[in-house]
């Protein structure tokens, strides 16, 4: 094991709570050029003046005796788009990462299966086929029916040992912070090794079931193939991601060139998939044309469906890291949970939910006599 490095991990603070050296010193009391001077090694860190960063930050001072997290941050695979800032980008590494060596010391701690998913190897870029394949495998793999809607992704995904945290930026005075641009983020080292899917929870569960969809892409499409360029690696997931939610069997029998607005609308809410997505599966496995396509695209805009559609999806409640956390802490484990795993208590809280939280406001699917979800709020324009 590597010597205590209270340097790194003052760096890895600043970069969760999103702060520059001076602005740490403003809150803090503690100098800049002493908090330079530790961050660069040329001063030793003392236990006054990082208890005073940490009473001020509300961060334990465990903080910054750890061990860092084992997982290679440059190796994260993101589900983001364009408005995504770099500075953000770091912020959401150190969160994950943070979240990933909690959710492996847990995993460790319990015993608890670490996931057997199929994978992809070699260096060239995969065909539908391929994809298709590998996402029936990944049901096979999750113990899901092989055509039925999934009515619950997140319960899959845990029962599975493929741990889900609803993620939040901390700021020092432990208000939530979303960030812009940036929908998930995943690791899985491989055969043996805990896995980690975490999501920014949004304003529609149909769109954190693709983020989760997505991320499970990366872990079975990119863990052996790791040199795949970031463009092509998130169009492979978002592929998966439909794949795996709507199989290719059901969408070829379900849809066509027919199929109205309307009608995806009511797939919506048997899938749990939005009807942009639904639109372009239906678009590769050739159920409808460029024409088609383009066609509902305009009427979704027309409609204002672009940033609203219409049928409200339930937001899933992931369970297995409270589960873990109160095993080994008790009904009331984020003091003590905060302390001995070191780490910000709000992010703690935001990892292991005790109920149904802002990720989770709204009730979770629920099945039917054909597993589906349930549908909410439906509404034509």
């Known amino acids: 094991m590597l010597a205590e490095a209270p340097g790194e991990r003052l760096k890895t603070l600043r970069d969760i709570l999103g702060l520059t050296q001076a602005q740490l010193a403003e809150v803090s009391g503690v ?24 009473t001020a930050t509300g961060t334990p001072l465990t903080f910054f005796k750890v061990q860092p997290t084992s997982v290679p941050l440059d190796s994260l695979r993101f589900r983001k788009n364009s408005r995504a800032r770099k500075t953000m980008t770091r912020r959401v590494h150190a969160v994950y990462g943070e979240s990933f060596r909690v959710a492996e010391t847990l995993f460790d701690a319990e ?17 539908d086929k391929q994809i298709e394949q590998l996402a029936a ?6 113990r899901l029916a ?10 899959a995904l845990e029962r599975a040992g493929i741990a889900v945290a609803p993620l939040v930026l901390p700021d020092v005075e432990g208000e939530e912070n979303i960030p812009v641009g940036h929908f998930g983020v995943s690791h899985w080292a491989g055969i043996g090794a805990a896995a980690l899917v975490g999501y920014f ?13 997505h991320e499970v892409g990366h872990l079975v499409l990119h863990t052996f193939r790791p040199r795949t360029q970031q463009a092509v690696a998130e169009d492979e997931a978002n592929r998966f991601a439909t794949a795996l939610l709507v199989p290719v069997e059901r969408a070829t029998a379900m849809m066509s060139e027919a199929l109205t607005l309307s009608d995806y609308a009511r797939l919506k ?3 749990g998939v939005s009807i942009q997505a639904l639109i372009m599966r239906a678009h590769t496995v050739g159920a409808i044309g460029d024409t088609r396509k383009n066609s509902l695209y305009v ?28 095993r080994r802490y008790g009904p009331r484990p984020y003091l003590p949970g905060s302390e001995d795993l070191a780490i910000h208590p709000t992010l703690l809280r935001s990892i292991a939910p005790t109920e149904p939280s802002a990720a989770a406001a709204r009730p979770a699917p629920a099945a039917t006599a054909e597993p589906a979800l349930k549908v909410y709020n439906f509404r034509r324009r």
């Open 137 to 142: 495998e990944t049901r096979e793999s999750l």
């Open 201 to 213: 929870p949004g304003q529609q569960g149909d769109r954190d079931r693709f983020t989760l969809a």
């Open 31 to 54: 100098t800049q050029p002493w908090i330079s001077d530790v961050e660069t090694g040329s001063r030793d860190a003392t236990d006054d003046k990082l208890t005073q960063i940490a």
């Open 111 to 127: 015993r608890y299966p670490t996931p057997s998913l199929p994978f992809a190897a070699g260096d060239e870029n995969l065909d």
């Open 146 to 155: 092989p055509t039925a809607p999934i009515p619950h992704l997140t319960r």
């Open 299 to 326: 009427q979704l805009s027309a409609k204002g469906w672009r940033k609203q559609e219409p049928v409200t999806v339930g937001h899933e409640a992931p369970k297995l890291l409270w589960t873990l956390l109160s």
């Open 269 to 271: 809410a048997t899938w």
